[in-house]
């Protein structure tokens, strides 16, 4: 499995580089393909080859996948914001299901015999008290992650019907930074809690806004599960040893749930500083609580998270945040 050739769509953003990451430092050959509309140029490290592109430009799909065999497709290219999702629900469906179908169809024709789908716990909505595990029922809560789960679907036929094995990989929430420091979070908008709480403790902005805590959980704030990017990459690693035999599902996350609260309390810990924040009501949409179950790719592909102690995380994404007071823009290769 090492110096392999890799496709990897949408490697330019915050799972994708660190994936790309992955496959370059065990000396695998990686081309990136991005449109650069919410991903960086300098995510991209320089061992990859990067196309700027969209994915839903039918012939740039067709001349990159052509002409070398690939050992697998790795698919991360998509809209990703839930809220966004519930306002614009058909250009989520429509981008996400068309543009991904699309290149499964690609793949299935250009013989690669390997896919893996950036999946996510929206699949499950809201409800769960217990941790999710693969077997919980799909009940996507938002159109983003209904389109994910279209895609699952569409999948389950590439294989039956063209052999084309995929891994789904469901991410919970994603954080933290490459301990090595080359690579980050950054969104425009920010909307994920730990760089917005980070960046209230380090004076960029004016404070943090919880929202709720009359959520029924032990302290009212909602508790997600915090999960280090480093080792959602090496789960895609592991997962791709596998696919060989099978198509795959995997729930990932830390398998421990953490309310706004204790991130906060993290935040201040790891930085020394004091978060300013305010409650306000309820994001709409935000189920009170979301934490995985991973047993099952820990079981059978013997992965497992190393970053497990959330002041851990928080420490990664702190020192990439405190380095990079402008985000990307503050990379010299940006
Ligand atoms: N959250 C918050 N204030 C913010 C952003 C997020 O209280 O400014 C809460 C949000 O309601 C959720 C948790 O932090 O309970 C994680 O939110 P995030 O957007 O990072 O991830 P999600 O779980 O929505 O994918």
């Not at 996400?96 to 299935?108: F, H, M, Q, S």
């Not at 159109?143 to 294989?159: F, H, I, Q, T």
């Not at 994920?192 to 209230?200: E, F, T």
């Not at 749930?257 to 810990?269: H, L, M, P, T």
């Amino acid at each position: 499995m090492v110096a392999g050739r890799y496709l990897v769509t949408g490697g330019a953003g915050f799972v994708g580089s660190h994936v790309v990451a992955a496959l370059l430092d065990r000396g695998d050959e990686v081309v990136v393909l991005d449109s650069l509309s919410t991903g960086h140029r300098a995510a991209v490290l320089p061992g990859a080859r990067l196309v700027v592109g969209d994915l839903a430009d039918d012939e740039l799909v067709e001349e990159t996948l052509a002409g070398q065999p690939w050992d697998a497709v790795l698919h991360f290219a998509a809209l990703s914001l839930v809220g966004e999702s519930m306002a614009d629900p058909f250009r989520y469906i429509g981008v996400n299901v068309g543009t991904g179908v699309r290149l499964i169809a690609a793949c299935a024709r250009h013989g690669v015999r390997r896919f893996v789908l950036s999946s996510t716990a929206a699949l499950f909505g809201g409800g769960h008290s217990a941790p999710i595990d693969e077997d919980a029922a799909c009940d996507p809560g938002s159109p983003y992650g209904e389109s994910k789960a279209m895609l699952e679907r569409a999948l389950v036929w590439a294989d039956r019907v063209y052999g084309l094995r995929s891994a789904c990989l469901r991410y919970f929430n994603a954080a933290g930074a490459d301990p090595a420091g080359r690579l980050g979070e950054d969104h425009t908008p920010e909307t994920h809690l730990i760089p917005l709480v980070i960046d209230a403790a380090l004076g960029r902005r004016a404070g943090l806004t919880v929202f709720g805590d009359d959520y029924p959980t032990p302290d009212g704030t909602c508790i997600r599960d915090y999960v280090h990017v480093s080792d959602l990459a090496a789960a895609h690693l592991a997962a791709l040893t596998l696919l060989d035999r099978r198509s795959l599902r995997y729930n990932l996350g830390n398998g421990r749930g953490s309310s706004v609260r204790e991130v906060i309390a993290s935040v201040e810990r790891v930085s020394g500083r004091k978060v300013p924040h305010h409650i306000a009501g309820r994001r709409s949409g935000d189920p009170p609580s979301l934490v995985a179950a991973s047993g099952r790719i820990i079981a059978e592909a013997g992965w497992r998270p190393r970053h497990t102690a959330l002041d851990d995380i928080v420490r990664t994404a702190l020192d990439w945040r405190a380095a990079h007071p402008q985000g990307y823009r503050s990379s010299p290769s940006a």
